[in-house]
């Protein structure tokens, strides 16, 4: 999380530069920002609490005349969401500007000993330990390699900027997030992701972890901890440059759900030779692996039944973080297929890095070009839903889930058939977003609820583990996903007289199973909410899903998406932007 910015050239407002970086890096965080722009040796600082565009981005700052700034948004770790703690971070001098996205896990040694030498610190974050330690190293040695020293020193995964008035260079060093060096005709930038700098120029060095770099007349890149030159080399990127606009639509996340139809018909028709090559790659593994993150992670177990139903064949998946702990199982024959929408998360790619070791094969499921995973991977697969804004996922998820059911009919030679149930699951999609309107009674009954929860089996468990994830992190409403059959074993006893429970019901094997449990509920006074093609007596209210066959997934979590936003929207929340939430999720 987190975004950085750097720049240096040619032109003389580099403030404004940062600016304008900074506003497509913000989905890496929006509790706070700030830009430290060095004029007439000296740093001056604009900091705010809040989102870029709720401050004032016209005040005089933006007219200072430099050609060197650096800025960050935060996505808070250590340290509330204040002024004081928003980067760029000083040492005690001023001329030293740093910012900063990762964890120093050892601040708090650093920062005692710094304390007794005498530094004093503003705020409560680990990042303003990093310019005092370099000031520290600059009373013997020179700016490179006062910033190699003090970075060699920090424990954990982390990425710097930093610059010293007095020198017209910024410095960089990396062991874990992301930093892309972009290079033009009349400047230099730094940042986080390459979607920032493509804007200026497609000549793209990406910078290794354990590596530093210095930008100033030319590039150098040194290797850390040693500071060996390694060499340059700058790759030409054919990436367009991608940009999402809200056109008509209130918000960014109304506009990606109806987005999904289109999304889902382009992969029924134009992926068919992909996921061939896929399944042959999978036929040949010994062991298949799916792997992600939140709605990602949810999108792989449902990858697990598709395999199971459709090519009978036995697929784990785990969630990224604990991936970690289950290498052991892992051989050079093994196959691991990462699912992510960023392709930058970093408890994806942490256990990227130990398969790397073990010689494993990684397949990248990711919406995102250029992007960590996507470059970590030995084959890779692009999800094709085109930049995903709001920080819930809709589109990528519903992407994810054609392509695997792609895969899976793939497997057994069936692809045309998957093709043909995603072509009417787009059009029922359709249907359903035209009567959304519909959906308000519901919205109205679960804006006013504490705690909603949501039923499934099959196929269907992983719609409901989305649906309640959905609910919760862009209404704020507790929200429970649950196997059918997992209810009576424990959260039954939390339904009481008028609790809302979804119950996903669609016309699979699962159907009769899922009303028994349905029927449990309302014995016991919950209020049914049933997502199915047939209108069951049990249900209070029914959200009509026609059957897609081995496909309903992806269409019956639509109604939910749409439930959330009308909710977020109701209770005055901004659906695009939920508290304490980033869209990519670099730090553990
Ligand atoms: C929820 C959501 C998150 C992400 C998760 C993984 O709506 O967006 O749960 O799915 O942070 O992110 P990616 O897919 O970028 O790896």
Partial sequence: MCGIFGY???????SKEVLNGLRILEYRGYDSWGIATKT??????????????????????????????IGHTRWATHGGVTRENAHPHLDCSRTIALVHNGIVENYEEIKKQLVKRGHIFHSATDTEIIPHLIEEGMKTNGFATAVRDAFNQLEGMNAIVVAYAGSSEIIAAKTGSPLVIGKSKDALYIASDASSILPHTKNLLFLKDNTMAILGGKVEILSLPEGKKEKVKFETVSWE????????????????????????????????????????????????????????????????????????KHVNMSFASEFTYLLDFLTSKSLIIALSQSGETIDVVEPLTQVKRKGGTIVALVNTQGSTIYRMSDKKLLLGAGIEQAVASTKAYTAKLSILLMIAYAMKHDVENASSQLMTTALEIERILKESKKLKPIVDILTRSEHIYVIGRGVSYSSALEAALKIKEITYIHAEGLAGGELKHGALALISKGTPCIVFAPNDE???????????IKSRGGVIIGISPKKEAIFDHWIEVKDCQDAVSIAQIVPVQLLSYQIAVKKGFDPDKPRNLAKSVTVK
């Fill in 241 to 312: 440059e991608e940009t999402s606009t809200k056109g008509a639509f209130s918000h960014f996340m109304l506009k990606e759900i109806y987005e999904q139809p289109r999304i889902i018909r382009n992969i029924a028709k134009t992926y068919k030779d992909s996921v061939l090559d896929l399944a042959k790659t999978i036929k040949n593994a010994k062991g298949t692996f799916f792997i992600g993150a939140g709605t990602a992670a949810y999108a792989g177990i449902a990858g697990t039944y598709f395999f199971s139903k459709t090519a009978g």
């Fill in 510 to 520: 699962t159907y009769q199973s899922i009303i028994s449990n349905a029927t449990e």
């Fill in 40 to 69: 007439n040796k000296k740093f001056v600082i604009e900091k705010h609490v809040g989102k870029i565009d709720e401050a004032k981005t016209n005040s005089q700052f933006f007219d200072l005349l430099s050609t060197l700034s």
């Fill in 8 to 14: 240096i050239g040619k032109n003389s407002n580099a």
